[in-house]
């Protein structure tokens, strides 16, 4: 039984993941002495923010609760402690919950961690500690303040531009609004209140922003910011109503931000390269980039919203990309430099799925006659016009496509071809 995917542990709200919760619990506690806790606006937070909480002083470790705050928050104050628990399931729909571990430089416990941890939850081998070992919980209110205060000390002042700021109803709710207003910005409030009811979709891409583009159109303003349940992502509008691919939004933030080396995932444009930036490449999801970054580079990022910037945090930080494209908006006009970002033809799209089977999907996309093939993460396709990924979600039951190519001929018949090739590749029943 597999319990972590790609950014922690997610599925359902339940019984049996309140079970893990106090589990993950004790297996932290045993192994760090001293951890911090928060939870995003979920409405099952609280329950699994105590579950997990129990079990971290049954362990006989020490624990402070920062309350309702962001992942990027938890992950900036975690240097004060030696590790930190983000109750949270990110992107995922309101009904899912999930725990995400964080070292003290803001990065997700790597592959090693999660194995000892997740070996130590699903094991009976351990107990609690004695009652004379057990420690008492204390409350820790600053975090965001902290947060903001760094945030704040890398950007000027006196900004004077009009910004749209949709935060889902998500932790960022009064955080990124806050500090926007602080930096001088004229802040115009969409879903600007915690809530585990999310209005919208709560991850933050095109279909789920159609309000945020229609009010900075109407309003006159310089940017829309959108995050997801835990502003760990952030995405954004241009001044002409536009949602901003991720890959542009990465290029124009590595830009931004002076970078010349850049780690992001297998599923970017190749465009990016063609940039002038150093490239390095990982597999998907923000715990392999941060990885990545442990070894050097200036900034990383994946599409769906996660951007790392390595000077305040290994943790995708929605909060201090809200900051940066906001200070960029008040010195440019957004839709000019993401017009001026070179751009293939390249498509996106999910396949419900549960399982399928492997060798016979390896075998159709094969016949598909690529150039090379990389199993780094579910299966890359590379032809001489373009590429082809398909793999499986790390925090859905779904199966991920992306195409690209220099032609949208091209990049529509790779990503028709994938769909097929998963499509005759499912199990009976799975």
Request: aromatic share 6%; proline share 4%; net charge negative.
């Amino acid at each position: 039984m597999k319990l972590f995917g790609s950014s922690g542990i997610r599925t359902v709200f339940n019984k049996d993941l309140l079970n893990i919760a106090f589990r993950a619990g004790l297996a932290v506690g045993k192994n760090y002495n001293n951890v911090v806790i928060g939870t995003d606006t979920r409405t099952s937070g609280d329950a699994m923010k105590h579950a997990v909480i129990s079990g971290l002083l049954a362990a006989g470790a020490r624990c402070s609760d920062a309350g309702l705050t962001p992942t990027p928050t938890l992950a900036y104050v975690t240097r004060e402690f030696d590790a930190g628990v983000m109750i949270t399931a990110s992107h995922n729909p309101p009904e899912y919950n999930g725990i995400k571990l964080l070292n003290p430089d803001g990065s997700s416990f790597d592959s090693l961690q999660q194995v000892k941890i997740e070996e130590m939850i699903l094991s009976e081998s351990f107990d609690v500690a004695g009652w004379e070992q057990v420690k008492h919980g204390d409350a820790y209110a600053e975090a965001i303040e902290h947060h903001i205060e760094s945030i704040l000390s890398s950007f000027p002042t006196g900004l004077k531009v009009k910004v749209v700021v949709d935060a889902g109803c998500g932790a960022a709710s009064e955080v990124t609004p806050r500090l926007l207003e602080r930096l001088g910005c004229d802040v115009v409030a969409l879903n600007c209140y915690p809530s585990g009811f999310f209005p919208r979709g709560i991850e933050p891409n095109q279909a789920n922003l159609k309000d945020l583009c229609r009010l900075v159109r109407e309003s006159a303003a310089a940017v829309g910011i959108a995050h997801d349940g835990d502003a760990d992502r952030m995405m954004a509008v241009d001044d002409r109503g536009r949602f901003i691919s991720g890959d542009k939004l990465l290029a124009v933030l590595a830009k931004a931000v002076g970078a010349k080396d850049v780690v992001t995932t297998l599923d970017a444009t190749m465009a990016i390269e063609e940039m002038g930036f150093n490239i390095r490449r990982t597999r998907i999801g923000d715990t392999w980039v941060s990885e990545e970054l442990r070894k050097g580079g200036d900034f990383g990022g994946e599409t769906s919203g996660a951007w790392i910037f390595p000077g305040i945090s290994l943790c995708p930080d929605g909060i201090y990309a809200a900051a940066q494209i906001a200070t960029l908006a008040g010195q440019h006009r957004l839709s000019e430099l993401v017009d001026a970002i070179p751009v293939y033809s390249l498509l996106r799209g999910n396949f419900g799925s549960n399982g399928m089977n492997k060798s016979r999907l390896e075998a159709n996309l094969k016949a598909l006659e690529p150039l090379s093939v990389s199993n780094t993460d579910g299966i890359r396709l590379s032809f001489n016009d373009g590429w082809l990924l398909v793999r499986p979600s790390g925090t859905e039951p779904k199966i991920r496509l992306t195409a690209e190519a220099k032609t949208e001929a091209r990049a529509k018949q790779l990503y028709d071809r994938g769909l097929k090739a998963v499509r005759d590749s499912i199990d009976n029943g799975g």
